[in-house]
């Protein structure tokens, strides 16, 4: 009987390991099949440009994807015969940002389990989703994505990031099914990188301390009138050669330019949170303390033609012995023309560059201080 009472117990701790089996199936969520996206974008700054998380607060809203399967196939084809490209998966369909999943999603959703059989896939895309955009084969494993792109105001210039477009580095590639068939074996969610496609410049200005013993300057207001350009189309070629993408450099074509001269646009009054501030009169007063900026930084096509004039208006004024200003000269306005005369170094037509516009003003004249990033130029004070 003893020998009953210790076997019962081993009985039963084997049937409950066969229980406990790991063989039982993985149960996925119902979106683990979609064919959804992930993004980086590109920091718009001066000389590094890393790649950061996507921030739907400073990033554009909506994203146009193209995506293949068997791309390689496409090789022995040619655009005579081949128009649009076969196996298409998307073809500028709109994608929208998840704030709870953090990713992208078509709102007709594709699954992989759609393309059962494809060796491999490829995705494009761009940002924000505008209609016209597509993209063909240019030349032997060759494709070229174009965006079509208008200022979103009246005005040529933007200051809101949301606003600004951005193309995928290199497309995303990802092989298909494994040996069997049944199981995709690679990461689900297509991981797209993102490159900036304007420039930047902002306006900053110091009194030498020459000019500060005599007087300061509170700025008013600063405009910039000239040939701008407002639209145009944005190209990127990628090729596809030994089992990966490698990309051109952005392109802009079909630029389209409208002559602000006889309304010259302004670049709107904003704080920094200094003294140098004032919210009430919305001005800025320069000193020699350090450079103020004035107005946000703007953003424009990249345009080797954009040679604008800026006009500053500003009172001359002085401290009295109870610190009050004195305005000695009223309403005064000056100009000076961005142009390769003026700025030797100006690069108009690079992307993702934040230009700095160093204004130091000395007597006599505006002088703008130069180093890899500023350049050189002087504005006359009459």
């Known amino acids: 009987m003893k020998r009953q009472k210790y076997i019962l117990p081993l009985i039963v701790l084997a049937v409950l390991t066969a ?21 980086q974008t590109q920091k718009l ?50 994608t929208n940002y998840d704030t709870t999943t953090k990713t992208w999603a078509t709102t007709a959703t594709r699954r992989w389990d759609d393309y059962k059989g494809a060796t491999s896939f490829d995705f494009l895309a761009y940002m924000p989703h505008t209609a016209g955009a597509n993209v063909e084969r240019t030349a032997k494993n060759t494709y070229t994505l174009s965006v079509p792109f208008s200022m979103p105001t009246a005005a040529p210039f933007i200051s809101d990031t949301k606003e600004a477009p951005i193309i995928c580095v290199k497309p995303e590639h990802k092989e298909g099914t494994d040996a069997t068939g049944k199981q995709f074996t690679f990461e689900r969610i297509v991981n797209l990188q993102f490159d900036q496609t304007l420039t930047a410049y902002n306006l900053l200005f110091m009194l030498t301390s020459k000019m500060n013993a005599i007087r300061q300057f509170r700025i008013k207001s600063v ?46 009054y904003k704080s920094y949170g200094t003294e140098a501030y004032n919210d009430d009169t919305q001005t800025a007063l320069i000193t020699t303390s350090g450079y103020t900026q004035w107005g946000s930084t703007f ?41 390769k005369n003026n700025f030797p170094s100006l690069t108009t037509g690079t992307t993702a560059m934040i230009n700095p516009i160093r204004i130091l003003i000395q007597p006599h004249y505006l002088y703008v201080l130069a180093d890899q990033d500023a350049y050189t130029g002087h504005l006359l004070i009459q």
């Open 223 to 268: 405009t910039i009138s000239g040939e701008v350009a407002t639209s145009g189309t944005i190209t990127r070629t990628y090729s596809w050669a030994n089992n990966s993408w490698t990309a051109d450099a952005i392109q802009w074509t079909d630029i389209t330019r409208q002559a602000s001269t006889a309304s010259p646009v302004a670049i709107p």
């Open 45 to 94: 700054i001066t000389r590094a440009n890393p790649y950061e998380a996507y921030d739907n607060n400073r990033h554009p809203a909506t994203m146009g994807v193209f995506g293949y399967y068997d791309i390689a196939g496409y090789a022995a084809l040619t655009r005579a015969t081949t128009p649009a490209l076969p196996n298409p998966i998307f073809g500028n369909d709109i």
């Open 299 to 339: 953003y424009t096509i990249p345009d080797a033609k954009f040679m604008p004039t800026i006009s500053v208006t500003y009172d001359v004024v002085f401290m009295d012995e109870n610190q009050k200003e004195v305005i000695t000269r009223k309403d005064v306005t000056s100009n000076i023309i961005l142009n």
């Open 19 to 39: 229980c406990d089996s790991s063989d039982a199936p993985i149960q996925h969520p119902d979106s683990y099949d979609d064919i959804t996206f992930s993004a």
